[in-house]
Antibody, heavy 126, light 107 residues
Framework: EVQLVQSGPEMKKPGESLKISCKGSGDSFIKYWIDWVRQMPGKGLEWMGTISPGDSDVRYSPSFEGQVTISTDKSINTAYLQWSSLKASDTAIYYC???????????????????WGQGTMVTVSS | DILMTQSPSSLSASIGDRVTVTCRAS??????LNWYQQKPGKAPNLLIYAASSLQSGVPSRFSGSGSGTDFTLTISSLQPEDFATYYCQQTYSIFLTFGGGTKIEIK
C-alpha cells in the first residue's frame, strides 16, 4: 500500500529557515505529482504548489510563489517544502498529497489527491 | 484563480438525516470537481472525484452531482462517523483551489 510519511513537528523562531519532508513508499513515487497544502489553525485547505518527482517540474500557487520552495529527491522518494525566512503567519499544518490521475470517462481522467501524508505542524513563534 | 464557494459553512444534523452541501465555482469547470472529508486532527480523505464518481472504499451513502458551476455533495443517511468538515476542490485550472469548507455537527 502506497503511503506518504511526513517529517515531525517543528518549532522555529521568526527569520529561521526550515525544510520539511514527505517520503513515499513503493516504486511508483516518480509517476505521480506531489502537492503541498497548507491549513492554518482553525482554517480551511489552501493549495500551495506541486512537483513532478520524475523531472522536478514545479508549479506554485500565485499566493505562495516566492514564499516557499518545493523540491524533490527522487533517489530517496522524497519531496520537500522549505522556507528561507519563516514568519509567524507560516504557523500551520502542512500536508503533502499524491496527485492521482483517476479515469472517469473513456479517455478522460481527473486529478485528485488520493493519498495524503499525516501532516507536519510548523509553529513559528519568538 | 477560480473561486470555490461552499454553503452552508456549517450545519447541524441528526443521525439518519439526509444532508446536502453545495459548492459553486466562479467559472465553469465542467466536472473537474472533487470532494474531501476531514476529521479533527486528521488529514483529508478523498470521497468523490469528477463530481460524481465514488472513490474506492467510500460508503455508498455519499454521492455527488453537478457540472459547470454548481455542485452538490449528498449524504443520504448521516452516520456518527460522518460528522466532519467537507471541502470541494476544482482541478480544472492549473492553479487548484478549495472551497472554504462545510462543518457538519451533531444536532
Amino acid at each position: 500500500e502506497v503511503q506518504l510519511v511526513q517529517s515531525g513537528p517543528e518549532m522555529k523562531k521568526p527569520g529561521e529557515s526550515l525544510k520539511i519532508s514527505c517520503k513515499g513508499s513503493g516504486d511508483s513515487f516518480i509517476k505521480y505529482w506531489i502537492d503541498w497544502v497548507r491549513q492554518m489553525p482553525g482554517k480551511g485547505l489552501e493549495w500551495m504548489g506541486t512537483i513532478s518527482p520524475g523531472d522536478s517540474d514545479v508549479r506554485y500557487s500565485p499566493s505562495f510563489e516566492g514564499q516557499v520552495t518545493i523540491s524533490t529527491d527522487k533517489s530517496i522518494n522524497t519531496a520537500y517544502l522549505q522556507w528561507s525566512s519563516l514568519k509567524a503567519s507560516d504557523t500551520a499544518i502542512y500536508y503533502c498529497a499524491r496527485r492521482g490521475v483517476l479515469p472517469f470517462l473513456e479517455g478522460i481522467a481527473i486529478d485528485a489527491f488520493d493519498i495524503w501524508g499525516q501532516g507536519t505542524m510548523v509553529t513559528v513563534s519568538s | 484563480d477560480i473561486l470555490m464557494t461552499q454553503s452552508p459553512s456549517s450545519l447541524s444534523a441528526s443521525i439518519g438525516d439526509r444532508v446536502t452541501v453545495t459548492c459553486r465555482a466562479s467559472q465553469s469547470i465542467g466536472t473537474y470537481l472533487n470532494w474531501y472529508q476531514q476529521k479533527p486532527g486528521k488529514a483529508p480523505n478523498l470521497l468523490i472525484y469528477a463530481a460524481s464518481s465514488l472513490q474506492s472504499g467510500v460508503p455508498s451513502r455519499f454521492s455527488g452531482s453537478g457540472s459547470g458551476t454548481d455542485f452538490t455533495l449528498t449524504i443520504s443517511s448521516l452516520q456518527p462517523e460522518d460528522f466532519a468538515t467537507y471541502y470541494c476542490q476544482q482541478t480544472y485550472s492549473i492553479f487548484l483551489t478549495f472551497g472554504g469548507g462545510t462543518k457538519i455537527e451533531i444536532k
